[in-house]
């Protein structure tokens, strides 16, 4: 017979030896792992001091070509080359071929301009040249080529010769009254009539009264029966920074009053006079017609009140209104500001 107090004995000796047991294993595991961490972070570690460093070594092209070391992306504050590297000559510009005009073939109505050097000016007249010699206004001279197999007018604005200067009083928006004293900045305006499509001109050429150009235009798209019915026309103005530009006069060239086989086979040169610009309905007058200016201040509920009035031509203009209307009157085509007072 066994005794109760020794089985009660047993069983807490043999749970204690089981924990002792377990926590033995997991401590041996727990150390065994951090043994390991620490001996791979330690040869990591001793490695490095004994290093050598590390010499830059060249990249190989598949193609055969000489090793060469890579290259960064640019930067705005520029790149040095890698040490010992060879610097490498500028790039050439690439070329750009554009296509000729026989290869795309004639574009309907189109116009190319071409800016040549300007030819030697020859000592007659000079800059402050009779304007009798040249005509009241001056001489425009251009010259006319026809390129039948592009279907290409070539006009070419060589020069003009003896304009008038802006030392004069200006008549009728232009300078055809201005007094050939002083000199002018002018520029050449160019379009095909009746069509008016394409309107060209000039660079200004600054204080002179006998400006060289030779600047050459092309119209694409025209054969000789539509060249036949069409004409030039040349403006000729002066540039103002601070104003509207100055009509000096205009050419009209009827291409039906001239050999159009003279200028298909080669560059034919023309002298015309400058002419006073026409103007539509010359004939109209502003007789019978009267302007009135009212200020009004706003109101969203009553009547707007009339703050003041101004009345331009008419019985009721007078003093400076009547003046200012009068010279509105005499000068087609200017822009003439005053300051008025309103009445009430």
Not at 171 to 185: F, R
Not at 233 to 251: A, K, M, N, T
Request: proline share 9%; charged share 20%.
């Amino acid at each position: 017979m066994t005794h109760p107090f020794l089985c009660l004995s047993v069983v807490p000796v043999a749970a204690g030896l089981t924990a002792a047991i377990v926590l033995a294993v997991m401590t041996c595991y727990c150390a065994r792992r951090i043994r390991q961490r620490n001996r791979k972070t330690a040869g990591h570690d001793a490695t490095l001091p004994f290093q050598p460093p590390r010499r830059p070594t060249a990249v190989r092209s598949p193609s055969g070509a000489p090793p060469h070391y890579l290259k960064k992306s640019p930067s705005p504050t520029g790149t040095k080359p890698p040490p010992g590297a060879p610097l490498s000559p500028p790039e050439a510009p690439t070329q750009v071929r554009y296509a000729e005009e026989s290869e795309t073939g004639p574009l309907p109505r189109m116009v190319a301009h071409e800016t040549r050097a300007p030819e030697p000016e020859s000592p007659v007249g000079g800059d402050q040249g009779d304007c009798g010699e040249y005509g009241r206004l001056g001489t425009l001279v251009f010259k006319l080529r026809f390129l039948a197999d592009k279907g290409a007018l070539v006009v070419s604005v060589v020069r003009c010769r003896g304009l008038p200067g802006k030392g004069g009083t200006v008549n009728n928006g232009d300078l055809s009254g201005a007094k050939n004293t002083g000199n002018t900045d002018p520029y050449v305006k160019l379009q095909l009539l009746p069509e008016k499509q394409h309107k060209v001109k000039t660079r200004v050429v600054r204080n002179t009264r006998n400006p060289v150009y030779d600047e050459d235009f092309t119209f694409y798209g025209l054969s000789l029966t539509e060249l036949g019915t069409m004409s030039l026309h040349f403006v000729v103005l002066s540039f103002d920074r601070y104003s509207r530009d100055d009509v000096i006069g205009e050419v009209i060239c009827p291409m039906s009053s001239m050999e159009l086989s003279q200028i298909e086979n080669q560059q034919v040169a023309f002298s015309k006079e400058i002419q006073p610009r026409s103007l539509k309905g010359a004939g109209a007058t502003l007789d019978g017609v009267a302007l009135e200016l009212m200020l009004l201040d706003w109101d969203r509920v009553t009547k707007n009140e009339v703050i003041g009035r101004l009345d331009l031509g008419g019985p009721r203009c007078t003093g400076t209104t009547l003046n200012h209307w009068n010279e509105v009157c005499n000068s087609p085509r200017r822009q003439i500001a005053e300051w008025h007072k309103l009445v009430e």
